[in-house]
């Protein structure tokens, strides 16, 4: 069964750090392009941060740029968002994703997480 679960989210005060997880099972995460999306109440889900699998290069928004970190463990075959220096505009709902078919960050077809809530507030 293909699945990724998601681990890590929180509350958190302003400027504090989170570490959020993906595992996967029923496939290897290596041989994937993982994307981490957040949804904010009343907005919409928006791509914050990918590695593609062609050259593992790293993607971030602006708004994430400096303060988030993703990257991959394959021997536990998981994907990280570290995230650092947190605000308050970072409080969403967090989700990781495996683009299915491509090797680049495009999450047309994909392996979605659960979720994990993330509240950044003092």
């Known amino acids: 069964q293909v699945q990724l679960v998601q681990s890590g989210g929180g509350l958190v005060q302003p400027g504090g750090s989170l570490r959020l997880s993906c595992a996967a099972s029923?496939?290897?995460?290596?041989?994937?392009?993982i994307g981490w999306f957040r949804q904010a109440p009343g907005k919409e889900r928006e791509e914050i941060s990918c590695?593609?699998?062609?050259?593992?290069?790293?993607y971030y928004t602006d708004s994430v740029k400096g303060r988030f970190t993703i990257s991959r463990d394959n021997a536990k075959n998981t994907v990280y968002l570290q995230m650092n220096n947190l605000k308050p505009e970072d409080t969403a709902v967090y989700y990781c994703?495996?683009?299915?078919?491509?090797?680049?960050?495009?999450?047309?077809?994909?392996?979605w997480g659960q979720g994990t809530l993330v509240t950044v507030s003092s």
């Open positions: 029923g496939f290897t995460l290596d041989y994937y392009a």
């Open positions: 994703a495996a683009a299915v078919g491509v090797l680049s960050c495009s999450f047309v077809k994909a392996y």
């Open positions: 590695i593609s699998r062609s050259d593992d290069s790293t």
